[in-house]
């Protein structure tokens, strides 16, 4: 799917030009001369993923970001990965409706729901399975890991697990892969293809109304472990977290449309009773200029052009209140706040640039016209010639 002329583009899964494993390379060379002979080699190699502990550097992004606090209630946690195949790297079972199956997933888990974290050694793993807990671990499996690199270890209780895990059928709608257009990034990042995957969490973050709730975004291998897996003398679960990330949610209020406007309504007189602000003009002077919020309607007259200024600037959203004397500064605040949120965005800031530099273009050569007489068809030939150093004028 295409958006914005190629500048971006969504695809369901993107499936590796080879798959994780170890593969056999022969080589053979057939000589006719001076006698016919046959030389041929074999050699051994292994494609593995890192698939027990993944870098910073191959996270581009995630969301929430690490540590913030707020009200993440309605938040779906995602992150984005710089290799575009990473999800599906590996084949852990048969595709469904055509469709590879991700053998990751990303999981949101609470602290209030019984999970311990600790840190293990790669080689140690093995020692990790006992009784009483389900630990799928293929050991002797192909890992990019070093015997003495450290492996996140996940355990939860086998309710949290059936709550924080999805269904085998639901990996491939929680994972896709994109390509943005990243010409007008930073230097660090343009330098990359712009293809990236994305793994996209099926909970939403736990939230507790008045206080603060510590959650961690785990990314896991799911090899092993859905659709009825487990057994029933285990009551634990561990699973290897390849990436993790806290965040800490805290429900402020109901955050519906409802809700909101109904607030607007109840605030409305605090509002305006509270609206004077210092209010520095930019000729100098000091002032105190009304304020209100912009979803507020404000029942006075409004003027154009007030102080000359055109109302495509901040200064010409001014309202002037002559009963009192006084300006209204909130939509003129709306005005300059949109405009700097627009800006900030450096391809729309771009394009807007673009754009204005079209119009003053246009502007100054309709002038010229009007000013010489000439069209711009005209002017461009009598300069052809003139370039030329043929013919007269």
């Keep these: 799917m295409d958006f914005q002329?190629?500048?971006?583009?969504?695809?369901?899964?993107?499936?590796?030009?080879?798959?994780?494993?170890?593969?056999?390379?022969?080589?053979?060379?057939?000589?006719?001369?001076?006698?016919?002979e046959t030389f041929q080699v074999q050699k051994e190699i292994c494609i593995a993923a890192?698939?027990?502990?993944?870098?910073?550097?191959?996270?581009?992004?995630?969301?929430?970001?690490?540590?913030?606090?707020?009200?993440?209630?309605?938040?779906?946690?995602?992150?984005?990965?710089?290799?575009q195949v990473y999800p599906w790297i590996r084949r852990w079972r048969d595709d469904i409706?055509?469709?590879?199956?991700?053998?990751?997933?990303?999981?949101?888990?609470?602290?209030n729901e019984g999970a311990?974290?600790?840190?293990?050694?790669?080689?140690?793993?093995?020692?990790?399975?006992?009784r009483g807990v389900f630990f799928p671990l293929k050991e002797g499996e192909v890992t990019s890991c070093r015997d003495d690199d450290n492996i996140h270890i996940l355990m939860m209780p086998k309710q949290t697990y059936r709550d924080v895990m999805p269904a085998a059928e639901d990996l491939q709608w929680l994972t896709h892969a994109k390509f943005v257009d990243l010409s007008s990034t930073e230097d660090a990042i343009a330098k990359q293809d712009g293809w990236f995957s994305t793994v996209i969490a099926n909970r939403f973050v736990p939230s507790l109304e008045g206080c603060s709730l510590k959650s961690t975004v785990h990314l896991v291998p799911v090899d092993g472990y859905?659709?009825?897996?487990?057994?029933?003398d285990c009551d634990r679960v561990r699973l290897i977290s390849l990436y993790h990330w806290n965040i800490y949610s805290e429900k402020t209020q109901e955050q519906s449309f409802t809700a909101l406007m109904e607030g607007i309504g109840r605030n409305a007189r605090v509002v305006k009773d509270q609206s004077?602000?210092?209010?520095?003009?930019?000729?100098?002077?000091?002032?105190?200029?009304?304020?209100h919020s912009p979803l507020l309607p404000y029942h006075m007259e409004r003027y154009d052009n007030l102080g000359g200024e055109g109302r495509y600037t901040a200064d010409g959203r001014l309202i002037y209140d002559a009963q009192n004397g006084i300006l209204d500064i909130s939509y003129a605040a709306a005005?300059?706040?949109?405009?700097?949120?627009?800006?900030s965005r450096r391809t729309e800031a771009e394009k807007i640039a673009r754009w204005r530099r079209e119009r003053a273009m246009g502007e100054h050569l309709r002038l010229l016209d009007q000013t010489i007489g000439v069209s711009l068809a005209d002017l461009h030939e009598i300069c052809g010639k003139l370039s030329e150093g043929g013919g007269t004028l």
């Design 5 to 36: 002329e190629q500048d971006f583009k969504l695809a369901d899964y993107v499936r590796p030009a080879i798959e994780e494993g170890r593969y056999t390379i022969t080589g053979r060379q057939d000589v006719t001369k001076p006698a016919s």
């Design 50 to 83: 890192n698939t027990r502990a993944l870098a910073g550097q191959d996270v581009f992004s995630v969301y929430p970001p690490p540590e913030q606090q707020g009200d993440f209630a309605g938040t779906l946690p995602f992150l984005v990965l710089n290799d």
């Design 97 to 111: 409706d055509g469709r590879p199956v991700p053998w990751l997933a990303l999981i949101v888990v609470s602290e």
């Design 116 to 130: 311990v974290e600790t840190d293990v050694e790669n080689a140690k793993l093995p020692d990790l399975k006992e």
């Design 226 to 232: 859905l659709n009825g897996n487990i057994p029933e």
């Design 276 to 291: 004077l602000k210092p209010h520095y003009l930019r000729t100098g002077e000091k002032t105190y200029s009304r304020y």
């Design 335 to 343: 005005f300059n706040l949109g405009r700097m949120i627009s800006l």
